[in-house]
Nanobody, 126 residues
Framework: QVQLVESGGGLVQPGGSLRLSCVHSGRTASGSAMGWFRQPIGKEREFVASISWPGAGTDYAASVKGRFTISRVSAKNTVYLQMNSLTPEDTAVYYC???????????????????WGQGTQVTVSS
């Protein structure tokens, strides 16, 4: 059974920072690319960032490039999303997602990720 558990969301002021964590367990815990997506209220879920296995390759949405950093610590089966210079437009539920075991490359498509966490709310407001 594959489980993804996110943490680290919360309320932050504009210009602030947050770090999201995603602990990944199950048969795909090692050997799969991972991604972060977000879904603002009333909008579709959108790609944020992706990281390859074992982590040399990364990809970012244009809206977050230069502000967000995705990383992973394979020994801990954990993926992180460091978010800096946050704006109200970053407010959303953030989801961690995993590709199938053996799928090592990054992807921007939700369809390539069969495994999802429950989401964590990030609110950027003064």
């Amino acid at each position: 059974q594959v489980q993804l558990v996110e943490s680290g969301g919360g309320l932050v002021q504009p210009g602030g920072s947050l770090r999201l964590s995603c602990v990944h367990s199950g048969r795909t815990a090692s050997g799969s690319a991972m991604g972060w997506f977000r879904q603002p209220i009333g909008k579709e879920r959108e790609f944020v960032a992706s990281i390859s296995w074992p982590g040399a390759g990364t990809d970012y949405a244009a809206s977050v490039k230069g502000r967000f950093t995705i990383s992973r610590v394979s020994a801990k089966n954990t993926v992180y999303l460091q978010m800096n210079s946050l704006t109200p437009e970053d407010t959303a539920v953030y989801y961690c997602a995993a590709r199938r075991a053996g799928q090592y490359v990054t992807s921007r498509s939700r369809l390539d990720y069969p495994y999802w966490g429950q989401g964590t709310q990030v609110t950027v407001s003064s």
